[in-house]
């Protein structure tokens, strides 16, 4: 018995707002499902963001009902969970996959948790935020209670974890149950395959670049899913690397050798199929910016898709390395910096997670956030908890504590 684990396709995703980017995503998963029927494995398993947003355009669901199909057609099916892309944060919302279950997909959801593959037990929950982490606690207890009863097991969660994600993770490494065969985790774009209680976890990495700053493990891992072989006492990953459509070149350039880098540079992308993206850091400039990068656009415009320079003027490394170490701690460190100062752990989650999603514009999933916290911790609906505000107010001048605070965030 063997199977197929992928994760962050996000189908539809347009990056650097270009259509010939949007394409190249669903080059590569047509790429991935074409190889995974040539592995014949028994199934697949999908751990999230599917899709790059839970509304997908036309073309996005049409190049997945495809890849479906074709899998239905090899006798191959598919286990889904929806990721944070995928799904939106509301109470009575659904997924963009629930539509694809006509076809086959068999959707692991909150209401629906595990499936039987023979005599595989495979279970999951969709993402949680990490203000949801209590609930997603309990949820994960329950299905290791039920993975006791069988000999084969595999979990599927779209989680960042501590260990592996940073500040902004969901769940720490010791929440997870240690009683599963295989973790087949998605949101982390890198691939990461670890040891942990009696099998495996693994993150197989987005199909694509997503964001440049996933090159370097691009260049040391590759893209693409893994192949599980579940025959053995312990879980055996395969690697299945699968080239992505175009290729990001990154470059370093002197300004005093600037046309001979560019005649370097020039003749090494002439004979690709597909216009490359570049990133260049131009350093030791002497002149105006605008004028090096007019020189750099009209050799190698009509040979990239995009261009991306980074110019380092000439005597100010020092300037450069303060500019570097600013921009190490961004916005989420900084918000948690503050949040932690409060000591307590729920209302930091709660804090990042608002700012994730109001920074999008997404007001309605904020307020159901703030009602499943106050849910989870208090016990009370948003109406009560602004209703006992009003009759504090109406009984004392005095200003009220923590409601208050929860009522100015609400309007």
């Not at 029927?37 to 899709?51: A, C, M, P, Q, R």
């Not at 985790?185 to 990495?205: A, S, T």
């Not at 891992?221 to 690697?239: A, L, Q, S, T």
């Not at 729920?346 to 700012?355: F, K």
Request: proline share 4%.
């Amino acid at each position: 018995m063997k199977f197929a684990h992928l994760a962050d396709t996000h189908l539809g995703y347009r990056q650097f707002g270009l259509i010939e980017r949007e394409k190249d995503f669903y080059e590569v998963f047509e790429k991935i499902i074409d190889n995974i029927i040539e592995e014949k494995v028994d199934f697949v398993i999908h751990s999230g963001d599917l899709f790059e947003t839970a509304r997908p355009s036309p073309i996005a669901l049409l190049t997945f009902q495809k890849g479906l199909l074709k899998l239905k057609g090899a006798g191959i099916p598919m286990y889904a969970i929806a990721g944070n892309h995928d799904i939106v944060m509301r109470n009575d919302s659904i997924p963009p996959q629930v539509i694809f279950k006509k076809l086959g997909l068999k959707v692991i959801s909150p209401i629906n948790t595990s499936y039987m593959h023979g005599d595989i037990f495979i279970a999951g929950l969709p993402f949680y935020p990490s203000s949801q982490v209590k609930n997603l606690k309990s949820k994960l207890a329950d299905l290791s209670k039920k993975a006791a009863n069988h000999d084969k097991s595999i979990l599927v969660l779209h989680q960042g974890i501590d260990k592996y994600f940073g500040p902004n993770f969901e769940l720490e490494i010791g929440d997870l149950p240690d009683n599963f065969n295989y973790y087949a985790l998605g949101h982390i774009h890198n691939y990461i395959n670890d040891n942990f209680g009696k099998g495996k976890l693994v993150y197989p990495g987005s199909s694509e670049v997503w964001k440049t700053n996933e090159l370097k493990d691009y260049k040391e891992n590759g893209k693409g899913f893994v192949i599980v072989d579940f025959e053995g006492p312990k879980p055996v990953v395969k690697r299945v690397k699968v080239d992505i459509a175009r290729t990001f070149i990154e470059r370093s350039l002197d300004y005093s050798n600037l046309e001979s880098g560019i005649s370097g540079l020039k003749e090494t992308i002439q004979g690709f199929d597909k216009k490359p993206i570049l990133d260049l850091n131009i350093n030791n400039v002497e002149s105006d910016t605008n004028r090096v990068y007019e020189m750099i656009k009209e050799e190698l415009g009509d040979l990239s898709l995009m261009i991306r320079p980074t110019f380092n003027m000439a005597g100010e490394d020092d300037l450069d390395v303060i500019i570097n170490q600013t921009d190490s701690l961004g916005p989420d460190e900084l918000l948690k910096e503050q949040l932690d100062s409060y000591g307590e752990e729920s209302v930091t989650r709660l804090g990042l997670d608002l700012y994730h999603y109001l920074s999008k514009d997404k007001i309605e999933e904020s307020e159901d956030i703030l009602k499943q916290f106050f849910d989870d911790h208090y016990h009370v609906e948003i109406e009560d908890v602004e209703m006992d505000i009003e009759e504090i107010e109406d009984k004392s001048d005095e200003k009220p504590n923590v409601q208050v605070t929860f009522k100015e965030v609400l309007e």
